[in-house]
């Protein structure tokens, strides 16, 4: 069983930055594809971000250029910078965990494992 845990969500205003970031714990984290989604009220969960435990990464075409994740294997952490954020970028952020093969499928129903969720808000 793989233990996911999110921090450093909170309140940042249009065109500033953030960084959130995912310990997970359970597996040898080097093992584990990692991801970030997210999740608007009255939305589905989406995928924002993904990092294969090769280290290539996949973005959402609305982060691409802004997003930046990355991980640290000795630390079992993934990160997510947000930078130039925008009110639509509000939302409670996921990270996940699958130890699956990954293919080309980077959606909710290929990862295993998932963090309880931190609120980003920006506001305009």
């Known amino acids: 069983q793989v233990r996911v845990v999110e921090s450093g969500g909170g309140l940042v205003t249009a065109g500033g930055s953030l960084t959130i970031s995912c310990a997970a714990t359970?597996?040898?984290?080097?093992?584990?594809?990692m991801g970030w989604f997210r999740q608007a009220p009255g939305q589905e969960r989406e995928s924002v971000a993904v990092i294969r435990k090769t280290g290539s990464t996949y973005y959402t075409d609305s982060v691409k250029g802004r997003f930046t994740i990355s991980r640290d294997n000795v630390r079992s952490t993934v990160y997510l910078q947000m930078n130039s954020l925008k009110p639509d970028d509000t939302a409670v952020y996921y990270c996940?965990?699958?130890?699956?093969?990954?293919?080309?499928?980077?959606?909710?129903?290929?990862?295993?494992?998932w963090g309880q969720g931190t609120q980003v808000t920006v506001s305009a």
């Open positions: 996940a965990a699958t130890a699956r093969n990954l293919l080309f499928d980077y959606a909710v129903r290929s990862f295993d494992f």
């Open positions: 359970g597996r040898t984290f080097s093992t584990l594809h």
